[in-house]
């Protein structure tokens, strides 16, 4: 795999964060990174979701600050995914932060 193409690693990212197992998917993220590629408005939806899985709410701290680096944190898709992992993790408060940025 050419491990420049962020649209294969959103793609095994995406596979592993619906399928399992999640840790996989973080792991690939943090790949990823390790490469230079920055992840996207896809990437970000799914590495959260494997977060959420896993409820590990300190990786998903950390990769909500990946997104506000980037950019992406107004994004109605990033910020569903941020919602949703800190509502899983059980940290509503941070779920209503994210939700109360989201302009759409």
Not at 45 to 56: H, I, N
Request: glycine content about 10%; charged content about 15%; proline content about 4%.
């Amino acid at each position: 795999m050419p491990k420049s193409n962020l649209f294969l690693w959103n793609i095994l990212i995406r596979g592993y964060a619906w399928n399992g197992p999640y840790h996989v998917s973080i792991s690939l993220y943090y790949q990823l990174l390790d490469q230079g590629l920055v992840p996207d408005n896809f990437t970000f939806p799914f590495v959260l979701k494997a977060c959420s899985g896993l409820l590990a709410l300190e990786v998903g701290r950390d990769i909500h600050k990946h997104v506000k680096k980037t950019g992406w944190e107004m994004d109605s898709f990033v910020g569903a995914g941020l919602i949703d992992m800190y509502a899983k993790c059980g940290c509503i408060n941070g779920s209503r932060q994210v939700f109360d940025k989201i302009v759409q």
